[in-house]
């Protein structure tokens, strides 16, 4: 069993920068691949970025050259580097992990929000 814990969110303007974590608890974190998914009100959850345990990343086309996914494995940590933030970006942000990497997350946080407005 894993547990994820998301902390980092916030209100920022336009164009601005935020940095989200997402520590984990329980299970072997490295073997892992790791995601951020997002929803806006009225949306459906969408993938914004993902890391394998190999250290592959993926991006959403939405976020590409704007935000970074990255790990540390001995934190336990994975992180989202959110940078030139548009009001399209507010959304509430969850951390998921599975073994799987190209299916749903096994295991979810409980959200940080982000809002981008001025």
């Given at each position: 069993?894993?547990?994820?814990?998301?902390?980092?969110?916030?209100?920022?303007?336009?164009g601005g920068s935020l940095r989200l974590s997402c520590a984990a608890?329980?299970?072997?974190?490295?073997i892992y691949g790791m995601s951020w998914y997002r929803q806006a009100?009225?949306?459906?959850?969408?993938?914004?970025?993902?890391?394998?345990?190999?250290?592959?990343?993926?991006?959403?086309?939405?976020?590409?050259?704007?935000?970074?996914?990255?790990?540390?494995?001995?934190?336990?940590?994975?992180?989202?580097?959110?940078?030139?933030?548009?009001?399209?970006?507010?959304?509430?942000?969850?951390c998921g992990a599975g073994l799987i990497i190209s299916a749903v997350?096994?295991?979810?946080?409980?959200?940080?929000?982000?809002?981008?407005?001025?």
């Amino acid at each position: 069993q894993v547990q994820l814990a998301e902390s980092g969110g916030g209100l920022v303007q336009p164009g601005g920068s935020l940095r989200l974590s997402c520590a984990a608890s329980g299970g072997t974190f490295s073997i892992y691949g790791m995601s951020w998914y997002r929803q806006a009100p009225g949306k459906q959850r969408e993938l914004a970025a993902q890391v394998t345990s190999g250290g592959t990343t993926n991006y959403a086309d939405s976020v590409k050259g704007r935000f970074a996914i990255s790990r540390d494995n001995a934190k336990k940590t994975v992180y989202l580097e959110m940078n030139s933030l548009k009001a399209e970006d507010t959304a509430m942000y969850y951390c998921g992990a599975g073994l799987i990497i190209s299916a749903v997350p096994r295991y979810w946080g409980q959200g940080t929000q982000v809002t981008v407005s001025s």
